[in-house]
């Protein structure tokens, strides 16, 4: 279901049939603008004053966090913000309003200035002094700007118990650096040159032309590694912090590890967590149950999938047909120098290694369930 209403049954409620836009020669609001790279568009309309509360809320969207079954079962409820009723692909991002129109009296109902005081709306939550009564208006102009979101914008009926993750979220992925690892104890074969036997049968003799000889090599192998940030907007604060704290434990227990699953199409065992960046936002907006803070989260990775080396007779690529679960790619891949042997095919490619040897024993990095970072601690 969507967010609870708070106004649903107050004389403030808000449907789109309120909504009234404004109409001239011209219409009122500024031109669309729409570009390759963005887009914007305007509206201009009317709501009566009374409801300019709800009629904010609803235009931009709103949100809340409930728990149906107690505690472990978090989820967020989304009101999603309109859509532009031409161009559909932009949703609005901001509105503006401006009251205007006092009440009307005549001689014989009375002074107007006796009805333009009425009693503030409630006090704030931390019961501050108050300016008291306040202007009331009948009408309220809003103007709003609508633009396209990086992100989908799914109803709560499109996702299921923790995939949170499929919307409010993008990706950003930045140009792979290219490293060079220096390792001691390589060596390398001589191709050119004439005269000189393999040296598994004849060694070569000083001053001997060098072919299928090994020379000691120091050896740099490029690594390419993408920057890669998950971004996920509008979190709320109930959802994502532990209960009494403003510590995201969700979040910082897979810090330094791995994916254990495909992650956003990444293979297992490819994506390293590096670190997590929270800009908090203040919701102006909050009514009911609804946080005041919310969340706007960076997830920060570093992807390497080095290129693997091949085994056994057919000399086939290690590559595990279930690529959702191959733990053998990745960041736990090191190098291998190669053999003395003339070649050797897997010099320089990369192989899986744990500290006793074998496929299931402890390895450098660890793995996570990644995507369970998209679900309440609380």
Avoid at 179 to 184: A, K, N, R, V
Avoid at 243 to 251: D, E, K, R
Wanted: charged share 15%; net charge neutral.
């Amino acid at each position: 279901m969507s967010a609870p209403d708070p106004y649903a049954a107050s004389p403030e409620v808000f449907n789109v049939s309120h909504w009234k836009e404004a109409v001239k020669s011209f219409r009122p609001s500024e031109n669309n603008f729409f570009s390759r790279d963005n887009a914007e568009g305007s509206l201009v309309g009317y709501v009566e004053a009374s409801r300019i509360r709800a009629a904010l809320r609803n235009m931009i969207g709103y949100d809340n966090t409930a728990f149906p079954a107690g505690p472990g079962s978090g989820i967020i409820q989304r009101t999603n913000p309109i859509t532009h009723p031409v161009y559909t692909n932009l949703y609005c991002t901001s509105a503006a309003e401006s009251q205007f129109r006092p009440p009307y009296r005549n001689a014989l109902q009375g002074p107007v200035v006796a009805q333009l005081k009425i009693p503030q709306k409630g006090t704030g939550p931390g019961g501050g002094p108050s300016l008291g009564n306040y202007a009331g208006y009948q009408m309220a102009q809003m103007v709003l700007r609508f633009q396209p979101l990086p992100y989908p914008v799914l109803e709560d009926t499109a996702i299921a118990f923790g995939q949170e993750y499929l919307r409010n979220t993008w990706i950003e992925t930045e140009t792979p650096n290219v490293d060079f690892l220096s390792l001691d104890g390589f060596q390398q074969t001589f191709f050119e040159g004439s005269g000189c036997p393999a040296p598994t049968s004849n060694p070569c003799i000083p001053g001997s032309t060098p072919p299928a000889n090994q020379v000691p090599s120091e050896f740099g192998i490029p690594i390419a590694k993408s920057d890669v940030v998950v971004h996920w907007k509008n979190v709320p604060n109930a959802f994502l912090m532990t209960t009494g704290t403003t510590i995201p434990s969700g979040i910082v227990g897979f810090l330094g590890g791995l994916n254990g699953d495909m992650f956003f199409g990444y293979p297992q065992g490819t994506m390293l967590f590096t670190g997590v960046r929270l800009k908090r936002n203040m919701w102006g907006l909050a009514a009911g149950t609804q946080d005041l803070i919310f969340w706007d989260v960076d997830f920060h990775f570093r992807y390497f999938d080095p290129p693997k080396g091949v085994t056994g007779p057919a000399l086939v690529e290690i590559k595990n047909p279930d690529p959702t679960k191959d733990f053998t790619r990745g960041w736990i891949c090191h190098p291998w120098r190669g053999s003395t042997a003339t070649g050797d095919l897997n010099a320089g490619l990369w192989f899986g290694a744990s500290f006793d040897g074998t496929s299931a024993g402890k390895k450098i990095f660890q793995y996570g369930h990644f995507y369970e970072m998209g679900q309440s601690p609380n």
